[in-house]
């Protein structure tokens, strides 16, 4: 039997997930990141993005984060994020929407609009439309 690590990916509504996994592969701060069991200790901010779980079984499961904190303990990985979903439940349409709004707010900006705002969520629906995206290429193979 492989070595796992125990993996808990939680928001501030709900738990998303919860079990065992062989590889956890995160966009941290500093860039991508890959947890395996034994890994070192880490506890690191998470950018907007993906997450990628390999489940003990094999199975590849793919979430979205909107950032949040990572933190890696000799038998468990724990993901806090402020907002996350599984990605086969992130709504396109929706992301699109988001992007086209928060591009038009920085274009059409005025004295009154907080730009680190309109960023932000900028960043968010484009790191779900990345995370769509890296779920139809996994589908397809």
């Known amino acids: 039997m492989p070595h796992t ?7 501030a509504e709900a738990e998303i997930y919860s079990g065992e996994a ?4 995160a966009t941290g701060e500093l860039g991508e990141l890959g ?3 034994r ?3 880490l506890i690191t901010r998470l ?10 079984n094999g199975e590849r499961q793919q979430f ?9 303990q000799p038998q468990v990985v724990t993901i806090l994020a ?12 929706a992301a699109l929407k988001a992007k086209a709004e928060a591009e038009a707010a920085l274009a059409n900006r005025g004295p009154q609009m907080d ?3 309109a960023q932000a969520k900028l960043a968010e629906a484009l790191a779900q439309l990345q995370a769509l995206e890296r779920m139809r290429k996994t589908l397809k193979h």
Do not use: N, W, Y
């Open 5 to 11: 690590i125990r993996v808990d990916i939680v928001s």
């Open 22 to 25: 062989t590889l956890v592969v």
């Open 35 to 37: 947890i395996a069991p």
């Open 39 to 41: 890994h070192a200790p």
């Open 47 to 56: 950018k907007p993005g993906h997450v990628d779980v390999v489940a003990a």
């Open 64 to 72: 979205f984060v909107s950032g949040g904190i990572l933190e890696v």
């Open 82 to 93: 402020d907002t996350a979903a599984r990605a086969s439940d992130l709504d396109e349409a």
């Open 115 to 117: 730009v680190s705002e």
